[in-house]
């Protein structure tokens, strides 16, 4: 009478307990996996703005790279026009003589500083000064031009000579320090008699 049916037993309540709603329905992936997704998902880009990201970092990269081997000296990543052995000695020639180009920045903070003294007289001191060191740049880049074109004949006479002269005085007109690819001889250094 006081007896218990067998369907009130704790044993088939506990293995009819109703499944777990909102479960994932797949097992916890191990950590090396989890991170192996993260990886892939940031590799690739999914809008644009990620994808030019990613291209801006790349350049910069590479830019980088470039750079290096620039100033390591690596000709295979010069510019074009930089590259041969024309433009090889071009280069060590411009490098191994004074320039007075070297003097152009001083001289031109000295007429600054005396153009804007006040004094009518210094004014026109400095104006002298700044006239006459543009017309001696003007006569070293006419004498480079010269030599370095009978320097071109003697060495290169097969070689063309186009550009030659721009590629010397827009080299000559920067700062020594300022110049890509970097200078590899010091002024007033001899310069090989072969270039290959």
Do not use: C, H
């Amino acid at each position: 009478m006081f007896r218990r049916s067998k369907t009130d037993t704790p044993d088939t309540t506990a293995d009819q307990a109703p499944a777990k709603n909102g479960g994932k329905g797949r097992p916890t992936p191990s950590r090396r996996e989890a991170e192996a997704a993260a990886k892939a998902r940031a590799k690739a880009p999914r809008t644009r703005k990620e994808q030019a990201r990613a291209q801006r970092a790349n350049r910069a990269e590479s830019s980088q790279q470039v750079r290096a081997a620039m100033k390591a000296g690596d000709e295979r990543y010069y510019m074009p026009r930089d590259q041969g052995r024309v433009r090889r000695f071009i280069r060590d020639f411009v490098d191994s003589r004074f320039s007075f180009i070297e003097l152009m920045v001083p001289l031109l903070v000295v007429t600054m500083i005396l153009g804007y003294s006040g004094n009518a007289q210094l004014a026109s001191i400095g104006n002298t000064v700044l006239m006459g060191t543009i017309l001696i740049v003007i006569g070293d880049m006419l004498y480079l031009r010269f030599r370095l074109r009978r320097e071109l004949a003697r060495r290169f006479p097969e070689e063309p000579l186009k550009g030659t002269t721009y590629y010397a005085v827009t080299r000559a007109l920067q700062m020594k320090f300022m110049r890509q690819p970097k200078a590899k001889v010091k002024i007033g250094q001899k310069l090989p008699e072969q270039y290959k």
